[in-house]
Nanobody, 111 residues
């Protein structure tokens, strides 16, 4: 089983990034997929989740209206489109599904 996140990087405030999480080794469409994030010294926090076929999504209040989660079950991939980024969005972003975790991708929002 493998979850591999990508797409992180350094972006200025107000900018955008699109994270991807490619899954392998399990039946991707059987699971909700969730993005979390974590900053040093803090607990990992929920960002967004998407149901098995993408009909239902939920977001943390802090990202609602700015982030959009989506998935492509044909590609076994979940995405997180992040717009209007703020410095407080700086964190390592992880995807989760079926109790499996990726290694994380760093997002830094700074001028």
């Amino acid at each position: 089983v493998q979850l591999v996140e990508s797409g992180g990087g350094l972006v200025q405030p107000g900018g955008s990034l699109r994270l991807s999480c490619a899954a392998s080794g399990f039946t991707f469409s059987n699971y909700y997929m969730t993005w979390y994030r974590q900053t040093p010294g803090k607990e990992r926090e929920f960002v967004s989740t998407i149901s098995r076929f993408g009909r239902t999504t939920n977001y943390a209040n802090s990202v609602k209206g700015r982030f959009t989660i989506s998935r492509d079950n044909a590609k076994n991939t979940v995405y997180l489109q992040m717009n209007s980024l703020k410095p407080e969005d700086t964190a390592v972003y992880y995807c989760n599904g079926g109790n499996y975790w990726g290694q994380g991708t760093q997002v830094t929002v700074s001028s």
